[in-house]
């Protein structure tokens, strides 16, 4: 089996920083691409910044220049590095990772999700 496990969500004041963790772990023979999501309250699950395995990475226009994805290959692991937070970053925020299993195709897999708010 597969888990992704999320850390470092939590309350942040409006311009301040939070940094997401999520590792991946299990029986894993590869993972290709890997993101990061959020949703809102009453809102669809909508892609906040994905990079693959080779390091390229891409953006929601709302959070480029605030937000930094990276990951590290060796401990299947990817972070969202996130600045000047504002209160519309509000939301939970989920991993999401492209993994081969042994024997298995490539699958999506989601990690539980990590509440980030922002508020004064």
């Known amino acids: 089996q597969v888990q992704l496990v999320e850390s470092g969500g939590g309350l942040v004041q409006p311009g301040g920083s939070l940094r997401l963790s999520c590792a991946a772990s299990g029986t894993i023979f590869s993972v290709d691409a890997m993101g990061w999501y959020r949703q809102a309250p009453g809102k669809q699950r909508d892609l906040v910044a994905s990079?693959?395995?080779?390091?390229?990475?891409t953006y929601t226009d709302s959070v480029k220049g605030r937000f930094t994805i990276s990951r590290d290959n060796a401990k299947n692991t990817v972070y969202l590095q996130m600045g000047s937070l504002k209160p519309e970053d509000t939301a939970v925020y989920y991993c999401?990772?492209?993994?081969?299993?042994?024997?298995?195709?490539?699958?999506?897999?989601w990690g539980q999700g990590t509440q980030v708010t922002v508020s004064s």
């Open positions: 990079i693959t395995s080779g390091g390229t990475t």
């Open positions: 999401g990772a492209d993994i081969k299993r042994p024997l298995f195709n490539f699958a999506r897999y």
